[in-house]
């Protein structure tokens, strides 16, 4: 398990270009309730990496007749510590979430917890390349190897466990 800041440039840019930057959303980012979250892969999965991002929406502005795409900073939003998981997607948890229409703080402030997943909702139904096989190499006996078909994430895992 590493931490955000104990990775290489290369590493962080390939991170960014898949999770996107420390102030944006990750794709796939969705509120989750404290049941929902009891029951995810947060306590399955092995944790791969932690990172604490403060994230804010994007909103349009337009300056001397030229638009560009800002973070919007008045707008809402929410840190929170997150956790990566290596069946390629993750988890997140946060006590401080700003509600900017009713302009008040919810978290620390309130004594609550918010919970979200993030990434890919997988679909194992994917069929691994000639080439993906060959990287994988033999299977033990109670070995399985799966490929989600929407983001391509392969998984190989043991039925006797
Ligand atoms: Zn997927």
New binding site residues.
């Given amino acids: 398990m590493r931490d955000y800041y104990s990775m290489t440039k290369e590493e962080r840019d390939a991170h960014h270009e898949q999770w996107g930057k420390p102030n944006s959303f990750p794709p796939g980012w969705k509120e989750i309730t404290a049941a929902k979250f009891a029951e995810c892969g947060f306590f399955t999965w092995c944790i791969e990496l932690i990172e604490n991002r403060t994230m804010f929406h994007l909103k349009e502005m337009t300056v001397d007749g030229k638009t560009t795409v800002i973070y919007d900073q008045m707008g809402d939003q929410i840190s929170a510590r997150l956790f990566f998981t290596n069946d ?1 997607r993750g988890y997140a948890i946060s006590n401080q979430v700003y509600d900017s229409k009713k302009r008040e703080w919810r978290g620390h402030s309130t004594g609550e917890v918010f919970y979200f997943e993030f990434g ?1 909702k ?1 679909e194992w139904d994917g069929e691994l390349t000639p080439q993906e096989r060959q990287n994988i190499g033999p299977l033990f006996r109670c070995e399985h190897v799966v490929k ?1 078909s ?2 391509g ?1 392969v998984w190989r895992y043991d039925s006797s466990d």
């Fill in positions: 390629g890919c997988h989600c929407k983001c994430h």
